[in-house]
């Protein structure tokens, strides 16, 4: 439990906050600083949620229709939205939409008020996309998504959107997608609207599969299971995010995963589905696909660390097995490979390829990260140790990855905007804190030591992140944390600096490795990292 101005919160034990907080120095510190900041009124106040908590509506069915552009510019935005393959949420069957379309331009005070939210909902994600790939500053973008936004919360709640409907779940959907875009932070606002989410999908009957109910066409079925499948993805993320326990569970639903297919494969006509593409044929929902195996042991990982109860370390041990069968089950196209070995693939591949790995290294911590604190003399424990101080080396290397390949002439440039989620900042912070513990630990405990080539993989990890949350903590208050209190603990601010355009200058000789790469580093040079 931290107590902060508002009050009180919980985060569970593997969130990043809960492992700076066992960093007894460095907890002082940040009570002391925060007391200090909302005495001065210096305080980056977080964003004020998700707008359909909060918004009021004025508006008529007729306001709401007169604030859609033109057909030609609607037109771009809708062929750029079915044009993002994997990087939107694969809800909406193309053919089928697009037959909708040309009806909504024939005659559009007849369509629906969730179907409408549905398009305000593909503009808004279109323009934020949009505006990620060129960079763009344009304030009448930003006047767009807003505009776009607020009418999609204004078509949901004249709706009464919980008493559910067609398009109703797709535009809740999609307007969560492009609140998360527009969060810096992890908001809770966003884990509440996932909530009323998985709730309005369970009342509408989207856990059971729908080979329960001959009444659900094959086409509706399949749908259903693909809208089904993205809302278990997004309770995973989200509750992960806060470190808080899913809302589904396994046992609460039987509904199949969608079958790798193409929308060409089957529509509204379809008798009977034809069987699954095999997995070396991409199509729009294999990512889905392969997510959801990750996303399965995520639950299993994130219900055990959550359990208030004790659990027996050969558990730990097989949900560790678990978890490296299912990264073995990926399809090949979402293995990890070196990127000298992927060249030739598409940004959007590489792009899950991380996502991937990021989430399993993720759950590696997860599952050992209370292994770090046990007594050292407990050697059964050493593979947790290792498990979980690798897996933080690994997430590390990830950002850097992230950073490097994410600027303009790099690979990861055309879908640079998916890496500006606070989902992976979450997960970068949860790597920086378990080395930058394991740091005390080295300082503090004589039994703790690391082998020369992990420790000097460290140091160098830990010099060569902090610039990047020098230049995100302009606009993250969780990256401001990182630099005003992991800084002084490891002695990097005081020779660190932010420009004004946001790139960093940090003086070489703080940043000097070791020159004997054979010392051990709880010997070596913490002093360093204390600015000694």
């Not at 709706?159 to 492009?178: C, Q």
């Not at 278990?232 to 992960?240: A, H, I």
Request: hydrophobic share 40%.
């Amino acid at each position: 439990m931290r107590l902060h101005s508002h009050g009180a919160n919980y985060v569970g034990s593997v969130h990043w906050a809960a492992v700076l907080d066992s960093i007894s120095e460095l907890r002082e510190h940040y009570e002391e600083e925060e007391a200090r900041m909302l005495v001065s009124g210096h305080v980056l106040r977080p964003s004020p949620g998700p707008r359909l908590l909060y918004e009021p509506v004025h508006d008529t069915k007729a306001d709401l229709l007169a604030a859609i552009p033109v057909r030609p510019v609607v037109d771009r935005m809708v062929a750029r939205y079915f044009n993002a393959q994997g990087v939107i949420p694969e809800i909406l069957h193309r053919g089928r939409f697009l037959r909708e379309y040309e009806k909504f331009w024939q005659e559009p005070a007849a369509t629906s008020l969730p179907w409408i939210g549905l398009l305000f909902t593909l503009m808004c994600i279109t323009t934020q996309y949009q505006q990620s790939i060129e960079d763009s500053a344009d304030p009448e973008t930003l006047m767009r998504v807003n505009l776009f936004r607020e009418k999609t919360i204004h078509c949901l709640v004249l709706s009464e959107y919980t008493r559910g409907g067609d398009y109703v779940l797709e535009a809740l959907i999609n307007y969560l997608t492009s609140e998360m875009f527009l969060s810096n932070d992890g908001e809770i606002g966003l884990w509440l609207v996932q909530g009323m989410l998985v709730q309005l999908a369970l009342s509408l009957g989207y856990h059971r599969d729908p080979q329960n109910f001959t009444n659900i066409t094959p086409f509706a079925g399949e749908m259903r299971r693909r809208v089904w499948a993205v809302i278990v993805q997004l309770d995973l993320r989200l509750s992960s995010e806060m470190a808080l326990p899913r809302l589904l569970k396994l046992q609460h639903y039987d509904t199949t995963e969608p079958r790798n297919l193409l929308d060409t494969d089957f529509d509204e006509a379809t008798v009977e589905l034809p069987p699954s593409r095999p997995e070396t044929e991409v199509t729009p929902v294999l990512y889905s696909l392969a997510k959801s195996r990750i996303d399965q042991m995520n639950g299993l990982v994130s219900d055990l660390v959550n359990d208030t109860g004790e659990h027996p370390y050969p558990e730990i041990l097989n949900l560790d097995r678990k978890l490296q069968e299912a990264e073995a089950s990926l399809p090949p196209i979402f293995r990890w490979q070196p990127l000298s070995q992927s060249f030739m693939v598409p940004p959007q591949i590489v792009m899950h390829r991380v996502l991937l790995q990021l989430a399993i290294q993720r759950q590696i911590i997860w599952l050992h990260r209370k292994y770090l604190t046990l007594t050292y003399c407990h050697t059964q424990y050493k593979f947790s140790r290792s498990a979980c101080v690798q897996a933080a080396i690994k997430i590390l290397e990830f950002q850097q990855i992230v950073d490097e390949e994410t600027q303009r002439d790099g690979l990861l440039y055309p879908v640079r905007w998916m890496f500006m989620s606070s989902r992976l900042q979450a997960v970068f912070l949860l790597g920086i804190s378990i080395l930058c513990y394991y740091v005390q630990l080295t300082r503090t405990r004589p039994d703790v030591a690391l082998d020369p080539e992990t420790g000097l993989k460290m140091h160098n990890l830990l010099r060569s992140t902090y610039p990047l949350w020098l230049r995100s903590s302009a606009v993250s208050q969780e990256a401001r944390r990182v630099v005003d209190h992991l800084g002084p603990l490891l002695g990097l601010n005081r020779t660190s600096e932010l420009r004004l355009d946001g790139s960093t200058t940090v003086a070489p000789s703080q940043f000097d490795p070791p020159q004997d790469p054979m010392m051990p580093l709880d010997q070596l040079d913490w002093d360093s990292y204390e600015g000694k």
